[in-house]
């Protein structure tokens, strides 16, 4: 889970009541009262199912999501990016990132560097989302 916006969260993967791992991305949106209401519709699911995943600011209301493992505990390796810009928001996969020691960082605007201990690999905001 990270925050979106203020009073807004996006839910990335985990696991289900069932113990299932799973691919949802729920928005969240937190009203003044202080009560939790997910959005509708709900974004389209990830390409891939994980939990433990990270994600990373691209630019506003879009992010790049990576890591966690899935159902049989190995490491996920591809990369999504998520744009929750508009309802009921969309998602991308963007290739693997490297097996180990990935690091993702903001480079400049827009713009994340992955690196593993074997590759790097640049990440850069699609045309128009500045």
């Not at 791992?21 to 009560?35: C, E, H, K, L, M």
């Not at 389209?44 to 939990?51: G, I, S, Y």
């Not at 890591?67 to 290739?95: F, I, K, M, S």
Request: hydrophobic share 50%; net charge neutral.
């Amino acid at each position: 889970m990270f925050a979106n916006a203020a009073g807004d969260l996006l839910v990335v993967g985990g696991r289900s009541q069932a113990g299932v791992v799973v691919s949802d991305v729920a928005r969240v949106v937190v009203q003044a009262s202080g009560t939790a209401v997910r959005a509708v519709p709900a974004p389209e699911p990830l390409f891939a199912a994980r939990q433990g995943g990270a994600a990373a600011w691209v630019a506003d209301g879009v992010y790049l999501v990576y890591g966690g493992t899935n159902a049989g505990g190995a490491a996920v390796r591809r990369a999504e990016l998520v744009d929750v810009r508009g309802l009921p928001g969309v998602v991308a996969p963007t290739g693997e990132l490297p097996a180990t020691a990935t690091l993702v960082v903001p480079v400049d605007d827009h713009a994340l560097v992955a690196l593993g201990a074997s590759a790097m690999f640049r990440y850069a905001a699609p045309r128009g989302f500045e």
